[in-house]
């Protein structure tokens, strides 16, 4: 199977060499495409100059849209996805996250980590998770690092913006894939502004909303229901069929009755 590395950019000049001389060291790899999601630095020269595909959208359109040019111009059977702020990935880390897909032991890898930042995802994610999706148990639920196979995420829906990682976490949840999560210990990213991580924390939370059905995408609706008030079922009956835990509900509702 072949094997096509997918790295989203946005200025990111002053990381993006890097990451690409460690994916070049991977031989397993067989293309490698940067996409330059409107950059107004220096990202797609220096991408270019490393002798890998680099295409370029003429104004940023987020990256998910960047993800989906990359699948749409990529030739393998696998895709990897990185990030391109990274100071610490090796090559190490990367073969480590394409092993599971090769070997036919999971459709999709994800990553966990140790990371000096991470604010969206301890503050946001990981909350958010804990509350509304208390049986999906992932270190890390928002990861840029990710292989899939590339049949599989064709079928997904996939928004333009900074929501898509946990988006695709979500659909694939859903469906009932392998997943795998490989911890590649430590990562540095570069350190994002303030005013950035707000519009990531405000996108990621649309997007896990919207994945629910609490939120809708066309007509903006939000409807806070209290069981069996508006809809005749009962709102976590919904959840639990929508993501696959009725029997883990069924036992822990079973185990915690409380008897008049």
Not at 90 to 118: C, H, M, W, Y
Not at 192 to 204: A, D, F, K, R, Y
Not at 212 to 224: D, V
Not at 238 to 252: P, Q, S
Request: with cysteine; hydrophobic share 40%.
């Amino acid at each position: 199977m072949k094997v096509s590395c997918i790295i989203p950019a946005y200025n990111e000049e002053s990381t993006i060499i890097n990451v690409l001389k460690n994916v070049k060291k991977v031989k397993s790899i067989d293309e490698i495409i940067v996409v330059d999601d409107g950059s107004t630095d220096n990202t797609y020269k220096y991408a270019k100059s490393q002798k890998v595909k680099v295409l370029k959208h003429a104004k940023n359109k987020g990256k998910g849209a960047a993800i989906k040019t990359g699948i749409a111009n990529s030739k393998g059977d696998i895709l990897l996805f990185l990030d391109a702020d990274l100071y610490s990935i090796s090559p190490k880390k990367i073969t480590s996250i394409l092993q599971p897909l090769e070997n036919a032991e999971a459709d999709f890898v994800k990553t966990s980590f140790t990371r000096a930042r991470g604010r969206v995802t301890e503050l946001v994610v990981k909350p958010l998770f804990n509350v509304i999706f208390p049986f999906i148990k992932f270190n890390q639920p928002l990861s840029g690092q990710f292989a899939i196979k590339k049949e599989l995420i064709k079928e997904l829906m996939i928004d333009d913006k900074w929501g898509v990682d946990i988006q695709i976490l979500l659909q694939l949840v859903k469906k009932g894939v392998r997943i795998s999560e490989v911890n590649i210990g430590k990562l540095i990213h570069k350190k994002q502004p303030l005013g950035n991580l707000t519009i990531m924390s405000e996108q990621v939370i649309k997007t896990i909303l919207s994945e629910l059905g609490i939120i809708a995408n066309k007509h903006k609706l939000i409807i806070f229901d209290f069981d069996k008030t508006l809809i005749r079922e009962s709102s976590i009956e919904i959840v639990a069929k929508e993501f696959g835990f009725e029997r883990e509900l069924k036992r822990l509702r079973k185990e915690h009755k409380v008897y008049a």
